[in-house]
């Protein structure tokens, strides 16, 4: 008997992907009974789901952000553990986006599909690095997914920041990341780069670096970026590196620091226009999404001949993956925000 | 290419002029020559390329992209040469960057149909960032904010010496200005300028608001009328002759007529004017003579042209701008009576017994060719560039303002081949980066002449940096004149300003676009 093409099993649901045979959610984007989780960013982990199964990260960060949910039932899988579910295998398998995120591999009577979450391609030293597995069907998401969207190496990001904090000794440079991911390479690559002078935390990036810390990520000497009292810049902060949310980096809180250089770790920095709203000084094209050529590249490395595109900009992307042979099908599904500033 | 496409990286997003002077004074620490002299005629706006169009760009990019996929890309992007940076798909070479002197050196000996093969070849081993760079810096819409001046401060601070010395020297120099560097790097000695012909940087006034015309001691003032040409320096040394514009454009092969008639040596200073026997002609009749690579001898007896001088730089190799104005007016009379120069005459000192009546003279004069007075302190040196207090620009009526170009439209008709109608805008700071920053303030379609209607045209054509249907986005650096009857507050209008009956008073061909209005100039207007 010939495998059932997941489009007769998995359905697009006002509360998101749902998978008939096993009869449960993947990131759902509205409370449900049983959902997979693929990451702890806000927008793939909601709260208020009766059972939730992901990684024992993905676990740790939704507990961390959502409260601890006590009535919930959690279910840890390591990745390339297998668990039944109805009548499918679910098992999970590194995505390389942030600490604990994974591809949700089902498996029903034959027939394959793998739903990413967000992904990416490059080596990251605070997450598992991306391992493609082999399915019928590839979900993606299609954050930067418009040809112009092609990330530089990272490193050399990395080295323009230490460049200007060279140039710029007597001043601070303050960088926004978001706090799920970005915060804590930015942190593994400055240390991978050979700074290993201390690096000043926002108040709101601590409990989260913390967190990575206690699953095993060293991010080295970290200190409270809050020190300084309003109004009287600290001078340890001169020729320092200091992270902290994008609100606050052009906000109030950024008045302490002296002579702030604003610097900001984000894909989106690769168009100047839109780098250039907000007041940035310093773009640093670090994201945690594939870039277009990592789009295309892992469908090939999947070997999927359908591609679903769950979020982003799909029309780019639908129009390329035909021009190469995939069957590409677009979603439309709505509510994933990007909370992890990509 | 590297240092230099991260330069301009770095300026884009750099409001603060402190800032951009580390920048770029870092940069002349590292990179290499003659690359950063390259840089440096870059940044001051002397390096162009004509033969490369946009257009040439957006060909380039169709020989490797989907054109739908380009399509998306620059409507997302929304800049021509950013677009095709970003989306040049990479290959594998073993080529090495490009230095920016190859890049010069390439563009100038390439034949323009040829052009396209070799800037190809360029962006294969470049990254986005120096794909970027090259493109703006052939297609000639760097608009980093950096203007001749800074770039010159820089290089003051980066061979720790005086900016006026920078500016002394900087006419006798052509990229890329070894001989400049290696004086900074205390390599060699300070540029010899004795036998050139150099432009010495000119003196400039601030124009007298009225709210400070009764504050100020008249007395210790000479006054002349400030003439309605284009002001201009003589220089003659070592039996080479120049007629400069006061940006140091060479403009002498249209004024042929007056340079032959230099017999002398020195540097004067004075307004360009057309006209027989000191009965000076309106000044569309010298726009008639303006942007010419040469001249036709019936233009020459039609319009003639003169200088009407104003000032002495140099009596031979005498340098006397360290003179107070009266000697150095003495010193011009003496000189005008000795050499009794052709094509040349005296402007005249206005005689005034009080501020009132220099005040009756100014309104009194409309109609002539005269754009109002100079008031030019009496013990006040001659200083380059515009110093505080010493010379005023005391401009009499029509409200005028100088607006830069920012996008010009098809026109209707027998016009809709030419992009005939110019939205024009003003200085002012952005609210919220307090960076420099043109905002539109009016519209204008008439004003100009068929010629001049064909000169913009093409200027436009050549400077467009971006287009939208049918109308093109030019680069930030063409200045109108612009006359309108009043002005008044608009809130549907994000300058807040609406002009009446704007028109194209005159193409200021000669104006830097920084020297153009603010904002403010005109809600001062408001009445
Ligand atoms: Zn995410
Ligand atoms: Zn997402």
């Known amino acids: ?342 | 290419m590297t240092p230099f496409a991260n330069l301009l990286d770095r300026l884009i997003y750099t409001p603060a002029r402190n800032t951009k002077l580390a920048l770029i004074v870092d940069y002349f620490r590292h990179a290499p020559d003659p690359d950063r002299g390259w840089a440096l005629a870059a940044l001051t706006g002397g390096l162009s390329f004509p033969g490369v169009k946009a257009g040439a760009i957006r060909d380039l990019a169709m020989r490797r992209v989907d054109p739908v996929l380009f399509q998306w890309s620059y409507d997302y992007v929304g800049d021509l040469a950013e677009t095709t940076a970003l989306i040049w798909p990479e290959r594998r070479t073993n080529r090495a960057w490009p230095t920016l002197g190859e890049v010069v050196h390439g563009l100038q000996t390439t034949a323009r149909a040829d052009a396209p093969d070799v800037i190809e070849e360029w962006l294969d081993p470049l990254d986005a960032t120096g794909r970027w760079a090259l493109l703006k810096l052939i297609t000639g819409g760097l608009r980093v904010g950096v203007s001749a001046r800074l770039a010159k401060v820089a290089l003051a601070e980066y061979g720790k010496v005086d900016a006026t010395e920078i500016e002394e020297v900087w006419h006798g120099l052509t990229p890329p200005y070894g001989e400049l560097f290696a004086w900074l790097d205390g390599a060699a000695p300070r540029p010899d300028l004795e036998d050139k012909p150099v432009f010495r940087p000119p003196m400039l006034a601030h124009p007298l608001e009225d709210a400070e015309v009764a504050g100020l001691d008249f007395d210790a003032f000479l006054a002349e009328w400030k003439w309605d040409g284009i002001r201009v320096q003589v220089v003659s040394r070592a039996g080479q002759k120049r007629l400069y514009s006061r940006t140091g454009d060479d403009i002498g092969a249209g004024f042929p007529d007056v340079l032959d008639a230099v017999s002398f040596e020195g540097v004067l200073d004075g307004e360009l004017l057309v006209g027989i026997d000191g009965d000076v002609r309106p000044f569309n009749e010298l726009q008639q003579r303006l942007n010419r690579k040469s001249v036709t001898a019936a233009m020459l007896r039609k319009h003639p042209a003169f200088v009407r001088l104003y000032d002495i730089l140099f009596d031979g190799r005498e340098d006397l701008r360290a003179l107070p104005t009266m000697q150095r007016r003495a010193r011009l009379e003496a000189f005008v009576e000795r050499h009794a120069p052709q094509r040349m005459d005296l402007s005249e000192v206005v005689d005034f017994s009080s501020s009132d009546e220099l005040e009756r003279m100014r309104a009194g004069a409309r109609g002539t060719s005269t754009e109002g007075l100079m008031l030019k302190r009496r013990d006040a040196p001659y200083v380059a560039g515009r110093p505080k207090g010493l010379w005023y620009k005391w401009k009499r009526g029509p409200l005028t303002v100088d607006a830069v170009l920012m996008y010009a439209q098809r026109g209707h008709g027998k016009r809709s081949s030419f992009y005939s109608d110019y939205t024009f805008g003003a200085w002012r700071e952005n609210p919220e980066t307090g960076a420099a920053e043109l905002v539109p303030v009016g519209k204008a379609y008439f004003g100009f002449t068929d010629d001049e209607l064909k000169l913009l045209d093409k200027w436009v054509r050549d400077h467009t940096v971006n287009r939208f249907g049918p109308v093109r986005e030019v680069e930030h650096a063409l200045v109108f004149e612009v006359a309108f009857d009043s002005v008044n507050r608009s809130p549907r209008h994000k300058s807040g300003v609406a002009m009446r009956f704007p028109r194209i008073a005159r193409i200021r061909w000669d104006k830097p676009a920084a020297e153009a209005d603010r904002l403010e100039t005109l809600e001062k207007l408001i009445e």
Do not use: N
């Open chain 1, 1 to 342: 008997m010939a495998s059932p093409h997941p489009e007769t099993w998995v359905e697009v649901r006002p509360q998101g992907l749902y998978v008939v045979p096993g009869d449960f959610y993947v990131d759902p984007l509205r409370a449900v009974d049983r959902a997979v989780i693929t990451h702890g960013h806000s927008d793939h982990a909601r709260a208020g789901h009766r059972s939730v199964m992901a990684t024992v990260e993905t676990l740790a960060i939704m507990a961390h952000r959502l409260g601890a949910q006590p009535e919930q039932d959690k279910r840890a899988l390591a990745y390339g553990e297998v668990m039944r579910v109805g009548e499918t295998e679910v098992s999970l398998h590194p995505a390389g986006h942030v600490l604990g995120s994974a591809q949700v591999l089902v498996e029903y009577q034959g027939s394959r599909i793998a739903v990413s979450g967000d992904y990416k391609r490059r080596a990251d030293p605070t997450c598992a690095a991306f391992v493609p597995v082999k399915c019928d069907v590839f979900v993606t998401e299609a954050t930067f997914g418009l040809p112009v969207f092609r990330h530089p190496d990272d490193r050399a990001e990395i080295a323009k920041l230490l460049d200007s904090v060279r140039l710029f000794p007597e001043r601070c440079h303050v960088v926004g990341v978001y706090s799920l991911g970005k915060a804590q390479r930015v942190i593994g690559l400055l240390r991978e780069a050979g700074w290993h002078r201390p690096i000043f935390v926002h108040g709101a990036l601590q409990p989260m670096c913390a967190l990575y810390e206690a699953h095993g990520v060293p991010l080295g000497d970290l200190r409270p970026a809050t020190a300084g009292a309003k109004g009287s810049p600290k001078d340890e902060f001169k020729g320092a590196i200091v992270l902290a949310p994008p609100s606050a980096i052009i906000d109030r809180w950024a008045r302490r620091l002296p002579d702030p250089v604003v610097c900001m770790a984000s894909g989106w920095m690769r168009v100047r226009q839109r780098a250039r709203q907000g007041g940035v000084e310093l773009p640093l094209i670090i994201s945690d999404h594939a870039d277009w050529d990592e789009l295309l590249q892992t469908f090939d490395d999947v070997g999927a001949p359908e591609i679903w595109i769950t979020h982003g900009r799909e029309e780019a992307l639908m129009h390329a993956a035909s021009a190469r042979g995939y069957r590409a099908r677009a979603l439309a599904l709505v509510g994933y925000e990007d909370e992890g500033g990509s």
